[in-house]
């Protein structure tokens, strides 16, 4: 038994290894996990408090899958909700269906009974989105007047580009679990890369992209900019790598290698964390200092891990 998490999981580790101490399933332990992240307000990159899209409003992506029966469960750019990650498994559990979104997804949370949360940013969250906008946009020739209306803009994509910030403005969880039984669990939750055009999509949602779970093989979770792990598939090549036979390490570089050898533009910051079928776990990062946890049932607490670094050169713009 084992949950691996990225390091701002911290805050839910504990809750999930406890679930699995107490004989609970992989599923449980890594909503559960979750959940913790989604509350904390401290934590910028999911959840209440995220960081909001170029209108100022918080959208929500999650995704959670069962290793045991490739079951996925996976909602997008919802509004107003919290807990992402249980509507996430609620799609997975209730409904024929994979993914929802906006407005959907939204509607969904209200029959499921979750409250509505119409507030989701600290007024000092929205200081920083209104401060971050400012000094690019103004210098590109708009006043606080037209920042304060941006929303009934034609011409949002212009904006998007010049507010984004490759370095500063992503972030994500990730969870994996594997429960006494054996079975895998993967978990993604986030708001998604701050100042977004509305309804964008990350790879937390994607199944494939930043979260893949098979039991017979292993599972893999993705942070940092989703659209290089959608165009590289990069959860589920990884999972695809162990499944021909190549070790956890192994495995893991060679997703990276995929991420490095991208065309194009934007590329940027990727981390990932995975286990195989026997427990072992792996962290990966792009860029040097960055950590993952992970904590078995006999741990008092978690232990933070270097990850390995397997070098991508940014490019942008
Ligand atoms: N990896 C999270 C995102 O790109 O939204």
Redesign the pocket.
């Known amino acids: 038994m084992i949950v691996v998490a990225s390091s701002n999981g911290s805050i839910g580790i504990e809750a999930a290894i406890e679930i699995l101490r107490q004989g609970g399933t992989a599923v449980a332990a890594v909503e559960a996990g979750i959940r913790l992240v989604e509350a904390n307000p401290e934590d910028n990159s999911v959840g209440y408090n995220g960081y909001p899209n170029i209108l100022g409003e918080v959208e929500l992506?999650a995704s959670i899958m069962n290793g045991r029966t490739l079951e996925s469960g996976a909602v997008g750019a919802l509004k107003g909700y919290l807990h992402a990650i249980t509507l996430a498994r609620q799609v997975m559990e209730r409904l024929p269906h994979v993914l929802l979104v906006g407005e959907g997804a939204s509607r969904f949370a209200a029959e499921m009974g979750h409250p509505p949360q119409p507030e989701m940013m600290l007024p000092d969250t929205r200081t920083v989105w209104a401060d971050r906008l400012r000094p690019e946009l103004g210098q590109a020739g708009l006043t606080d007047d037209d920042i304060a209306h941006i929303a009934s803009r034609a011409d949002l994509a212009r904006w998007v580009e010049l507010a984004t910030d490759p370095e500063r403005t992503?972030?994500?969880v990730n969870f994996i679990a594997q429960d006494k039984a054996g079975n895998i669990c993967t978990g993604?939750s986030?708001s998604?890369?701050a100042w977004?055009y509305p309804g964008r999509?990350?790879?937390?949602p994607i199944i494939g992209a930043?979260n893949y779970a098979d039991n017979r093989y292993g599972a893999a979770a993705?942070?940092?900019?989703?659209?290089m792990?959608i165009r590289a598939s990069t959860a589920h090549s990884l999972v695809f790598y162990l499944k021909m036979g190549l070790s956890l390490a192994e495995a893991c570089e060679r997703a990276m290698i995929d991420l490095r050898d991208l065309g194009g533009r934007f590329i940027s910051v990727m981390n990932l964390v995975a286990i195989d079928k026997d427990g072992n776990h792996a962290g990966f990062s792009s860029v040097d200092g960055r950590t993952y946890i992970y904590q078995t049932p006999d741990m008092p607490e978690c232990e933070e891990l270097a990850r390995t670094v397997v070098p991508i050169p940014p490019r942008w713009g």
Not at 201 to 204: F, I
Not at 222 to 227: I, P, V
Request: proline letters at 0%; a negative charge; one cysteine or more.
């Open positions: 992506d992503k972030g994500t993604v986030t998604g890369w977004k999509l990350g790879d937390s930043g993705c942070t940092g900019m989703g659209e792990a």
